[in-house]
């Protein structure tokens, strides 16, 4: 499915895209450990290894994890720079938040 938007989403669009399906965000929570192979990966989901494998696709063609295949195995690992990509962007945009937040409390105490 990412490949298909692909030209229509930014990279950033992309991670938040991945982010948001639990089983991807559970891989990257136990890739956080370590690398790990596919088939580790898979064992606590109850889905076919090729519909996991496409969460795994997801994560890799959005630049959350590599992958590595030697012989019959492929090894995936955590690549950081996306992810801190995403958390720069909830950064800068938390203090917007936190400002108007700050503001309208201001604002409803004044109406109290």
Known sequence: ML?????Q???????FY???DPT?????QRLSHGPAAVSELAQPFKMALPSFTQHLNILEECGLVNSEKIGRIR???VAPKQIKM???WLVEHREVWE???VKLKGIIANYV
């Open 3 to 7: 490949r298909h938007m692909a030209k």
């Open 9 to 15: 989403l930014s990279p950033l669009d992309r991670v």
């Open 18 to 20: 991945a982010l948001a």
């Open 24 to 28: 991807r965000r559970a891989v990257l």
């Open 75 to 77: 090894t995936y690992q």
């Open 86 to 88: 995403a958390e720069q």
């Open 99 to 101: 400002k108007r937040f």
